[in-house]
């Protein structure tokens, strides 16, 4: 039986005994080991940070999402704040708007009654000679002018002011306007980040989130701003209904204090147009009775020249009887008594002419004076006829003021006339109509 032997290479590399061998078997266990534990700490610790993580992901969320609502209620609750105060400054300013409107039209109103005043300041003054007078008409007409002035003056200043007023709330509408769009499109822009969700498609990193914007502001001066406009407009509104209460004031005591003076101006334009028909009544009687006078005169004068006429014959006949007795002879030719009662009938007859002709001539002076007195009178009939019938234009004219929109409404003329005759006590000279 054959043998067979095996020859064996070894590797040439350091051989480890099995100790070595145990050792390291021990310690790749003893590290494997404390990886395991390294890893469970770790994975335990991941977990646990995870956990942590999301939980406090989760509770910024929430917070953020709540401070946004409370936000969105906050802006809300200003934007429902101002917008009360937008509403009432637009009420307010229609209001003011209207009030103005009528007291521009009012004013506009006094401009027919100044040219009706001057017209009839034009009318009086073409009276002619005495009649041309500053009588009450005149004085209380030109208070007319004076208070119409004054009112187009009062009127004017209060439109003024609204209008001034006006620009103010108006600029306190438009930025009470623009305080409400911007409360609701920043309402608007927070509803659509609190509808945002990390699954959201229009997610992604920015640049620079945290940076302050340029017009950014902080909290409490975006609060003290919003208190600011809000007391702003409430400061503004204050006053505005005492304007509308004044521009209504004005009016009416404009309306009032003009109706008034054109009753005390009518009053005294009818009692002067009365006085003139008076004293034209009583210079038509006084020229009817001089006319009778002057008639008488002219009798008289006639009677008295005949009278000087019949007193001429007689004193030619005594002058005469004296000239033909002068015409005696010798001794026949003496003063005696029928010589001597002829000569004072000659003297008496003589002093008779001297006075009838001195009558005749006072009688034609007389008649001349009544004549150039009648022509006088009849001058001023004329004026005061040209007068009255200016007074009754003017009064005519003057009832354009009680039309229009702003006049004094008169159901019956006679009416006024009536009362101005009750006011001057004078119903017992003429009748009521």
């Known amino acids: 039986m054959a043998f067979q032997s095996v020859t064996t290479l070894e590797k040439p590399v350091p051989h480890l005994s099995l100790a070595d061998w145990n050792a390291r078997v021990g310690r790749l266990r003893t590290v494997a080991d404390a990886r395991r534990a390294d890893a469970f700490a770790l994975r335990h610790s991941a977990r646990s940070l995870r956990n942590e993580t999301r939980i406090e992901s989760e509770w910024a969320n929430y917070e953020t999402n709540e401070a946004l609502r409370d936000r969105i209620d906050q802006l809300n609750s200003w934007r429902d704040i101002i917008s009360k105060t937008f509403d009432r400054i637009e009420l307010e300013i229609k209001l003011l708007q209207d009030e103005k409107i009528l007291t521009e039209r009012e004013l506009d109103a006094l401009t027919g009654p100044i040219s009706v005043i001057s017209e009839v300041l034009t009318m009086r003054d073409s009276r002619l000679g005495s009649e041309m007078t500053y009588d009450e008409p005149d004085n209380e007409v030109k208070n007319e002018l004076m208070v119409l002035e004054n009112n187009q003056r009062l009127l004017a200043d209060r439109c003024q002011k609204a209008w001034e007023k006006l620009s103010r709330l108006e600029d306190i509408r438009y930025k009470i306007g623009m305080e409400i769009e911007n409360k609701v499109e920043a309402v608007e822009l927070d509803f659509l980040q609190l509808a945002l969700d990390r699954y959201s498609s229009s997610l992604s990193y920015k640049p620079d989130p945290l ?223």
């Open 211 to 433: 940076r302050n914007p340029q017009s950014s502001c902080s909290y409490d001066a975006w609060l003290s701003h919003v208190k600011h406009m809000k007391q702003l407009a409430e400061d503004e509104l204050a006053d505005t209904s005492s304007i509308r209460e004044a521009l209504f004031a004005c009016r009416e005591k404009a309306r009032n204090m003009l109706h008034a003076q054109e009753d005390r101006a009518e009053h005294t334009i009818r009692k002067r147009i009365f006085e003139t028909q008076r004293a034209r009544n009583e210079l038509e009687w006084q020229k009817l009775k001089m006319k009778d006078e002057m008639d008488s005169t002219v009798c008289e004068i006639k009677t008295l020249e005949d009278a000087l006429n019949d007193k001429s014959d007689s004193l030619k006949l005594a002058e005469t009887r004296l000239e033909n007795r002068a015409q005696r002879s010798g001794m026949e030719l003496c003063m005696d008594h029928a010589h001597d009662l002829l000569c004072q009938e000659v003297e008496k007859l003589r002093e008779i002419r001297r006075v009838l002709k001195q009558k005749i001539d006072d009688a034609r002076a007389n008649f001349n004076a009544l004549s150039d007195h009648a022509q006088a009178i009849d001058v001023d009939l004329e004026n005061k006829q040209h007068a009255l019938m200016t007074d009754i234009r003017a009064l005519d004219l003057r009832t354009r003021l009680r039309g229009g929109e702003y006049g004094i409404k008169l159901k019956n003329p006679n009416d006024q006339m009536n009362r101005n005759i009750v006011l001057t006590r004078m119903e017992d000279e003429i009748p009521l109509a």
